[in-house]
């Protein structure tokens, strides 16, 4: 609400399932996805917003970045701590 037009620069997806394959594509997590999480499933999950300006950066590689914050998590049952 207070910066809308950081909207439209956050990624598309929030992570995806770690599994035989590194980014099991049936388990991407974004808004149509509606499978059901089970327990003992790990994930990469990963937000923050993408292709930002910094017009006061002197190197003309750093005019535009990123900034990505990621982590991996375990799925368990409500009742259980990790």
Known sequence: KKRPEYEAKFL???GFALGLEYRDPLYV???KNQRE???DMVFNLCVGPE???????TDPKSKVFS???A???LVKQPSEEC
């Open 12 to 14: 598309r997806n929030i």
């Open 29 to 31: 997590i974004n808004a």
């Open 37 to 39: 999480l089970k327990k």
């Open 51 to 57: 292709n930002l300006d910094a017009p006061a950066a």
């Open 67 to 69: 900034l990505i914050i």
């Open 71 to 73: 982590d991996t998590v």
